[in-house]
């Protein structure tokens, strides 16, 4: 063998031997079996050792030769009847992971037990996904050894292989992936906290519990960025806050920068966060801003993909709170009129209203449930604007194409999750895409 394939092997071993410890002669379930867990079971293969593996999932169409298979309804109920138990994001167990005699852990938990030191985790409400592909964009322009995975849909699994000793790890985490985690990032940034995924936890107190994992854990040679704004979570904290305030920003905004494709005062604050992380790691200014330049703007995220008639069409469909929305209404300077509306998971929608009375928004279209919330919120935004209520997205983008006018810009920002009508936010995203452009 060349040394050449013999390092890689060498570099992964770490985690391989972790994987090895804590599955050997243990009864192994993998609950959840999407993307993570298909990758959850690749690697229990590949390290064998476990004494039998089982899968448990709400859908009953699964089919998986050699392992043990609990579908449908009442799943969850044999968690007890395992050692070792791999949860993938976005399950909700019937009981606390200290109720169970099995042991709960996660993808996430066990990297980052062997690699947290290694690593750059990235969470929030808003932005996280921006943010963290940003960061890796810089540090692999800038010639670093980086890789990128997490909630940005590559499981940390299919990395290890990737992972040397020089490798900065980026991780896009969510509040799923954080929710039972036990260790934290060298480096953790938290963007920001608004009211979501209360659907999932019921209270926005546990849905913030679940975000501060990702510096909890954390000791006195860890860094933690965050805002002003949640400075007060930070009480106690063993690590070194820093909260970016972009006076070493080799700019004061994005329109300064000729060439980069980023818009609004939010990804100027993203922005801050990232020149601040990557400083750890020695990109200068210039590497900096030559990567920007580079940086296209991910889909579903205030992305202009049409101008008709004059008229510009944006696609926000990663909207899914009122300060996102209000974000993109302070991006985009020609905007006249916004699409709102969603699954209603109770959100207060107060303060979006308040800002739409001030607003320049002249035509404020609202979709699906939570539209029809918030137009019975308010007499005096039926009087001050222009309220089109209509049944759902096609149907908005038909208006919008009959009545934009030119030099404007038609918002799709929702501040509601897609579930219930679309598979997901990339699909509402795409559908409204459709309707616009007929192709």
Request: hydrophobic share 40%; charged share 30%; aromatic share 8%.
């Given at each position: 063998m060349s040394l050449k394939e013999y390092l890689p092997i060498f570099w992964r071993r770490p985690m391989i031997n972790r994987i090895k410890e804590l599955i050997s002669d243990k009864k192994v379930l993998i609950l959840g079996f999407g993307r993570e867990g298909q990758s959850t079971l690749n690697l229990l293969r590949r390290v064998g050792g476990y004494k039998s593996v089982g899968i448990a999932d709400g859908r009953t169409d699964i089919t998986v030769d050699g392992v043990s298979l609990h579908l449908g309804e009442g799943y969850q109920g044999v968690l007890d009847d395992y050692d070792v138990v791999f949860k993938s994001p976005g399950i909700v167990l019937e009981k606390t992971p200290s109720e169970y005699r099995c042991t709960v852990t996660s993808q996430v938990e066990q990297f980052l037990g062997r690699y947290s030191a290694q690593t750059v985790g990235v969470t929030g409400t808003k932005g996280k996904s921006t943010t963290s592909t940003l960061i890796h964009t810089v540090l692999s322009h800038s010639g670093r050894n980086t890789v990128f995975a997490g909630n940005?849909?590559?499981?940390?699994?299919?990395?290890?292989?990737?992972?040397?000793?020089?490798?900065?790890?980026?991780?896009?985490?969510?509040?799923h992936q954080l929710e039972y985690c036990r260790y934290s990032p060298h480096i953790s940034v938290l963007l920001n906290l608004y009211e979501d995924h209360l659907d999932h936890y019921g209270t926005y107190e546990k849905y913030v519990?679940?975000?501060?994992?990702?510096?909890?854990?954390?000791?006195?040679?860890?860094?933690?960025?965050?805002?002003?704004?949640?400075?007060?979570?930070?009480?106690?904290?063993?690590?070194?806050?820093?909260?970016?305030?972009?006076?070493n920003m080799p700019f004061s905004s994005l329109r300064e920068v000729e060439g980069v494709r980023l818009v609004g005062e939010k990804n100027y604050l993203n922005c801050c966060f990232v020149h601040s992380v990557v400083g750890n790691f020695g990109i200068t200014?210039?590497?900096?801003?030559?990567?920007?330049?580079?940086?296209?703007?991910?889909?579903?995220?205030?992305?202009?993909?049409?101008?008709?008639?004059?008229?510009?069409?944006?696609?926000?469909?990663?909207?899914?709170?009122?300060?996102?929305?209000?974000?993109?209404?302070?991006?985009?300077?020609?905007?006249?009129?916004?699409?709102?509306?969603?699954?209603?998971?109770?959100?207060?929608?107060?303060?979006?209203?308040?800002?739409?009375?001030?607003?320049?928004?002249?035509?404020?279209?609202?979709?699906?449930?939570?539209?029809?919330?918030?137009?019975?919120?308010?007499?005096?935004?039926?009087?001050?604007?222009?309220?089109?209520?209509?049944?759902d997205i096609y149907a908005a983008a038909e208006w919008a194409l009959a009545n934009m006018k030119s030099g404007r810009a038609c918002l799709l920002s929702p501040a509601a999750a897609s579930y219930g009508y679309f598979r997901n936010f990339e699909e509402r995203g795409d559908e409204f895409k459709k309707a616009i452009t007929g192709k």
């Open positions: 940005i849909g590559i499981p940390v699994f299919d990395t290890i292989d990737s992972i040397a000793d020089d490798t900065i790890i980026v991780l896009e985490l969510s509040c519990a679940a975000k501060m994992n990702i510096f909890l854990n954390q000791q006195e040679n860890d860094i933690v960025y965050c805002r002003d704004d949640e400075l007060s979570l930070f009480d106690g904290c063993k690590s070194r806050v820093v909260v970016p305030d972009g006076k200014d210039e590497e900096f801003i030559s990567a920007l330049k580079e940086f296209s703007p991910l889909p579903h995220r205030l992305e202009r993909f049409a101008t008709i008639n004059g008229a510009d069409y944006y696609d926000d469909s990663i909207s899914t709170t009122v300060e996102s929305a209000i974000n993109a209404m302070e991006s985009v300077e020609n905007a006249d009129t916004i699409i709102i509306g969603g699954m209603d998971r109770g959100i207060d929608y107060t303060g979006l209203v308040e800002y739409l009375l001030t607003s320049r928004m002249e035509n404020i279209i609202l979709i699906y449930a939570s539209g029809k919330r918030i137009s019975e919120m308010s007499e005096e935004l039926k009087k001050t604007k222009n309220i089109v209520l209509l049944d």
